[in-house]
């Protein structure tokens, strides 16, 4: 099983790549390659390329502000999709030499199409947040509004780490703008809308499920090399999630935007099985798009190989690791004036430890910085050398790396 890419043809993964050992390489390209999940190979994003209803009514009880709340479903959705569904757009991305001024004057064109929400107005501007890999690689933009009116959108700014992208529109036809929910409250079982663009041409459509799960994580494969770079937390759920979807609207029973869509399991035995960017997590990252057009992580300025993907034999020989040592990171690589070469870290070096957190692998790395540290902090490295456990204190920076 392979992936969707822009234009919906599924590929093959990529066979893993040999890694020399101990050699020093670069990791700038990492963070600005597209993201790609990796639950087994089975992972898809959701771009698209180019009846009678069930008269269903039941209760949940949610207990979402320390009080009870219950809600009948079937009236509830509709409402629900009254508030949020005008603010959810579609989203074409044209490659090659399409021109929305002059489309007759078209050579070499390709689009994709996904989804995206308005969640800001003013100064006449309005404000779409989509996934990155719908608006990946194009060479411009067009947004359908819900009124089927279409306007030129200019990227702001994408983070494919978050699989995240902010376009900005004239907000000239603009009739809604979302409300933000809360993921970090969402409970599993509760129900949750999926809001979006399938197949490219069925705009507005309207999914209803569960949360399946509010805390999963999953890994991300950054560069393609079958080796998780990291982990990915995201809001699973059983509403259906088809191609087109990306970037569309999560909502819950209020009509607040809890996620954005992202991703799927694209698996013949499988079904209900997707994924969404918890909405908590995005803001900041939206933020930082929308008001910078890049979003700025801590780095130490290495290149990371989880332990486990080194051969055994090197273990107890070339890192000289003591024997209960079974899991930890090795540095392949160190940049000049990084972070690290100042804390004095150097390459076979093997990371147990970032402040008083253990680490197993580069996928934990990554996602204690991420997560939980900011440019200019200083944080407690623990790590062995010639056998011996040693500690030394860094100051993070920012780069385009790790």
């Not at 020093?24 to 959701?46: D, E």
């Not at 959108?153 to 376009?167: E, I, K, R, S, Y």
């Amino acid at each position: 099983m392979g992936y969707y890419d822009d234009n919906n043809m599924r590929t093959n993964r990529q066979s893993k790549r040999g890694m020399t050992w101990f050699l020093p390489s670069t990791f700038g390209a990492v963070v600005g390659a597209s993201v790609m999940l990796v639950v087994g190979p089975f992972v898809t994003n959701i771009e698209q390329p180019s009846s009678n209803e069930a008269a269903v009514t039941t209760t949940a009880n949610e207990d979402a502000t320390a009080s009870n709340v219950s809600y009948n479903v079937s009236s509830d959705i509709t409402s629900a999709v009254e508030k949020a569904q005008d603010a959810v757009v579609s989203i074409t991305s044209y490659q090659g030499g399409f021109s929305l001024e002059d489309p007759g004057n078209q050579s070499d064109q390709a689009a994709s199409s996904g989804s995206g929400v308005i969640y800001k107005q003013e100064n006449g501007k309005a404000y779409v947040v989509t996934n990155n890999h719908v608006v990946e690689g194009a060479s411009s933009v067009e947004v359908t509004l819900s009124n089927e009116k279409k306007t030129e959108a200019q990227v702001l700014g994408t983070d494919p780490l978050m699989d995240l992208a902010v376009l900005e529109i004239d907000d000239e036809n603009v009739e809604k703008v979302v409300e933000f929910g809360s993921s970090d409250q969402l409970k599993t079982g509760e129900p949750a809308i999926a809001v979006g663009n399938p197949l490219g041409f069925l705009e507005g459509s309207v999914t209803q499920g569960i949360i399946s799960n509010p805390n999963r994580s999953i890994p991300v494969d950054l560069d393609q090399n079958g080796q998780p770079d990291y982990e990915a937390d995201v809001i699973q759920t059983d509403a259906s999630i088809n191609p087109g979807n990306s970037g569309g609207a999560l909502i819950n029973i209020k009509g607040q935007l809890i996620g954005i869509n992202s991703s799927k399991i694209a698996e013949a035995s499988v079904e209900g099985i997707g994924f969404a960017i918890p909405i908590d997590d995005a803001q900041p990252i939206i933020k930082q798009l929308e008001e910078t057009g890049e979003v700025k992580r801590p780095v130490m300025g290495v290149t990371p190989a989880s332990l486990a993907e080194v051969p055994t034999q090197y273990w107890t020989g070339t890192l000289n690791l003591p024997k209960d040592v079974e899991a930890g990171v090795v540095l392949m690589g160190i940049s000049p004036n990084s972070p690290a070469s100042d804390a004095g870290l150097e390459e076979r070096d093997v990371i147990v430890k970032l402040d008083d957190n253990e680490v197993n692998t580069s996928a934990e790395l990554r996602k204690y910085l991420y997560s939980s540290k900011q440019v200019g902090d200083e944080m407690k490295v623990s790590f062995y050398r010639d056998g011996k456990l040693q500690t030394v204190t860094m100051t993070l920076a920012n780069q385009n790396g790790i």
